[in-house]
């Protein structure tokens, strides 16, 4: 159970490198809403409703989509914080938590998180040392190796162990936190780090620089990174892949320069077109999206962006459009019904891929 | 301390020199002896404990010692430094050797309490869902009763006595300190650091006594002190009205019962024992809001 030794770190693939890291199939979680006299369970939130996946080794797979769309269930789920209603997923060719395939504790090994609240993800009474060597003590490392691990990571995350090491979170300031966090998910030797917000509430100059030092890692130690951000510019910035979740599903994924260049889903284009550009002569005119997402207890049938969207058609309600590749580009999918000529929606046609 | 360590975040090499000692404890330590306020209530704890634990060498006379001929001797009478009682007894040997039973009854039930209330919260916090609704609608029983009338209820029904109502205060502090470990609990099961313990594979266990146990301790720790004056107050409440401690035993609660009668010959001697115990409950007090303060350093 000793993690190996810290710089350079192994690879340690069993599958391919080929093989997708992680391959999450129909992910499912229903929060039941409680309500009435006696407390009977009567609706659900569908919180994360169906949501296939996967991550190539080496890659950032960057998630957005706005408040309350699943991006931080999926991710708990992932991780196994919270305990999916179905679905399954395969970890470097092996089933997570399946007969034969790798076992949930050594699946945790290999997968670690960030927060995004780098206040309340440290415990205040341990000093940040002591915090990095928890988990490794935890596994049962020595603690001399566990506390000559932490400063050695301390000082990979930039941070002076002579002067961090005995400090405690509340000396810190954020972005210094949040290098702290880093320490702790690398203390496992991961394979796969969540990033969940975990730059979202660092001011500019400190996201950039955590960016940067999550960039370096990432190629030091062939991590591979899900990164959750609602920040199209961040995840623009250091993702290889991009995923686009609206009310629990996934409406479009794809290269990232294919989805930010050449959106094939309306809502993906809304969310784009949100963003506030630096040049003058492109500037937005109209609210691209008006409204609020629908209620997820009561998701829309059909297509769930359809009372939101400026394509909508009778067909858009009938119909729940599939997660399709788009001609030219098997890896760039959205589920849309103009990207479906054989769907029956009017505007399906070719010239709406461009 | 707190100032101190936040003003040397933005130039680190102010603080390359670490003090060297950075245990929690040792900081709230030397928070509280830069408090006076703490350091007075300290000093008159020290003083009101010391003469009682040490009352059997430096107590001046025997406490049961009566006199027909010496009663109800004022204050400063030769031989008797703070009078004598209705019995012609030594005022100052029976207030030191009152304080023994009276400091007794108001720590004792407070620590049983801490260590009970304390596991019980955890566990009702930790665990969540359906254990904690039964805990905690069992324990809102008991806080449908005043306190008083509850320690003089269980008191009453267990029959008068020390050890009784050593029972009857633990039984009604424990549900106040469930209360408050058990909402701090549920507050600090919440949060990402516990999660990042999960997502180590720590078990159960590790995770309460690392992670939850040190944020859940102090808080509560805090409270618990605040309750050593109310459990004070209260045993001598339950001796006052003849439950607890049986004369001719010292113990302040029973004489100020005891020298009611005498409050019209002589009103200072009957006072003793009421401002010895306000004198002790007000310290209890005052150190225990220095604690909460010196504990509080967190953020």
Not at chain 1, 59 to 75: D, H, M, Q, R
Not at chain 1, 114 to 126: E, G, H, K, T, Y
Not at chain 2, 19 to 44: K, N, T
Not at chain 2, 122 to 150: C, E, K, Q, T, W
Request: hydrophobic share 45%; charged share 15%; glycine share 8%.
């Amino acid at each position: 159970m000793n993690s190996a030794p810290l710089p350079p770190s192994p690879v340690h693939d069993r599958g391919s490198p080929a093989q997708p890291l992680l391959v999450v199939r129909d992910l499912k979680k229903h929060f039941p809403v409680r309500g009435g006299p006696l407390e009977r369970t009567k609706k659900f939130v569908h919180a994360v409703d169906g949501v296939s996946f996967s991550v190539p080794k080496g890659k950032t797979l960057g998630i957005v989509g706005e408040s309350g769309c699943g991006k931080s269930t999926t991710a708990r789920l992932i991780a196994r914080l919270m305990q999916a209603d179905s679905g399954s997923m395969v970890f470097d060719g092996e089933g997570v938590d399946e007969f034969g395939g790798i076992r949930l504790k050594e699946f945790r090994r290999n997968l670690q998180m960030v927060f995004q609240d780098s206040f309340a993800s440290l415990n205040p009474r341990l000093t940040i040392a002591e915090t990095i060597a928890y988990g490794p003590r935890v596994h049962g490392m020595p603690a001399a190796e566990a506390k000559r691990q932490a400063h050695d990571l301390l000082a990979r995350v930039g941070l002076a162990p002579a002067q961090f090491a005995s400090r405690y979170p509340h000396e810190l300031s954020g972005g210094q936190r949040q290098r702290v966090n880093i320490a702790r998910a690398l203390a496992f030797d991961p394979r796969l780090v969540i990033l969940d917000e975990a730059v979202a509430a660092l001011d500019k100059s400190v996201q950039a620089q955590v960016l940067n030092l999550l960039q370096e890692l990432k190629a030091e130690r062939q991590l591979t990174y899900l990164f959750i951000s609602h920040d199209l510019h961040v995840v623009h910035y250091i993702s290889d892949y991009v995923m686009v979740m609206y009310l629990g599903q996934v409406v479009e994924t794809g290269p990232v320069e294919r989805i930010y260049g050449q959106a094939a889903h309306p809502y993906t284009r809304a969310l784009l077109s949100a963003v506030p550009s630096m040049d003058p002569d492109r500037r937005t005119e109209s609210s691209p999206l008006a409204g609020d997402p629908p209620n997820p207890i009561n998701p829309p049938s059909g297509c769930r962006f359809r009372d939101r969207c400026p394509h909508a058609h009778p067909v858009c309600e009938a119909r729940t459009p599939a997660l399709i590749g788009i001609a030219g580009e098997p890896a760039h999918q959205a589920a849309c019904h103009l990207n479906d000529p054989a769907s029956g929606h009017p505007g399906a046609l070719p010239e709406t891929q461009a | 301390m707190s100032t101190t360590l936040e003003l040397s975040l933005p130039t680190p090499a102010a603080s390359a020199t670490p003090a060297p000692s950075r245990s929690y404890w040792r900081v709230v330590g030397r928070q509280l002896r830069r408090d006076p306020m703490a350091l007075a209530a300290g000093l008159v704890l020290l003083l009101i404990v010391g003469a009682a634990v040490l009352a059997p060498w430096l107590a001046p006379a025997d406490p049961y010692k009566a006199s027909m001929l010496k009663r109800l001797l004022p204050i400063g009478s030769p031989g008797f430094l703070l009078g004598s009682d209705e019995l012609g007894r030594d005022m100052l040997s029976r207030l030191m050797h009152g304080g023994r039973l009276s400091l007794l009854m108001g720590v004792v039930p407070v620590l049983a309490a801490f260590g009970i209330g304390t596991a019980i919260g955890l566990l009702a916090g930790y665990v969540g869902g359906r254990l904690n609704m039964v805990i905690m609608r069992v324990l809102d029983v008991f806080y449908a009763f005043p306190s008083v009338l509850l320690a003089v209820a269980i008191s009453g029904a267990l029959g008068p006595g020390m050890s009784n109502s050593l029972i009857a205060l633990t039984l009604v502090f424990v549900p106040q300190v469930v209360r408050v470990a058990e909402s701090v609990t549920t507050q600090v099961r919440q949060l990402d650091y516990i999660e990042a313990a999960r997502m180590s594979g720590a078990s159960a266990f590790s995770i309460i006594r690392v992670h939850v146990l040190g944020n859940v301790l102090g808080p509560v720790f805090v409270y618990a002190t605040g309750l050593l004056s109310v459990s004070m107050i209260l045993a001598s409440g339950l001796s006052f009205l003849g439950l607890g401690v049986k004369p001719p035993e010292p113990e302040w609660g029973l004489m100020l019962n005891t020298l009611r009668s005498a409050i019209y010959v002589n009103p200072w001697i009957a006072a003793l024992p009421g401002a010895l115990i306000f004198i002790t409950s007000i310290a209890f007090n005052l150190l225990a809001d220095s604690v909460r303060s010196a504990m509080d350093i967190r953020r």
